[in-house]
Nanobody
Framework: QVQLVESGGGLVQAGDSLRISCAAS????????MGWFRQAPGKEREFVAA????????DYADSAKGRFTISRDRTKSWMYLQMNNLRPEDTAAYYC?????????????????WGQGTQVTVSS
């Protein structure tokens, strides 16, 4: 089992930056891939970014490229999403997820473990 806990969400203004975090525990993540997803009210959950824990290879949704950066601290088992130049359309609950398959995946069905989410609200 892998336990995931997100933190760092909040209310910011358009153009601001915010970093959200995900603390992982319970199992070594060496062969895992980790991802960030988000879900806005009335919309389906969507992929934001993913990272292979061991290699650090990353993948981003088009909406995140150039503005968001996913990273991880292997010593602490923490994952981060640095979000810059935030827009009102980035408002959503952000979830971290872990995939034991290890490959970078955009499909949420590939992820075995999920956190409870952290809310990010961007005002215009």
């Amino acid at each position: 089992q892998v336990q995931l806990v997100e933190s760092g969400g909040g209310l910011v203004q358009a153009g601001d930056s915010l970093r959200i975090s995900c603390a992982a525990s319970g199992r070594a993540l060496t062969y895992y891939a980790m991802g960030w997803f988000r879900q806005a009210p009335g919309k389906e959950r969507e992929f934001v970014a993913a990272i292979r824990w061991s290699s650090g290879y990353t993948d981003y949704a088009d909406s995140a490229k150039g503005r968001f950066t996913i990273s991880r601290d292997r010593t602490k088992s923490w994952m981060y999403l640095q979000m810059n130049n935030l827009r009102p359309e980035d408002t959503a609950a952000y979830y971290c997820a872990a995939s034991s398959g290890g490959n970078l995946r955009r499909n949420q069905n590939a992820y075995d473990y999920w956190g409870q989410g952290t809310q990010v609200t961007v005002s215009s």
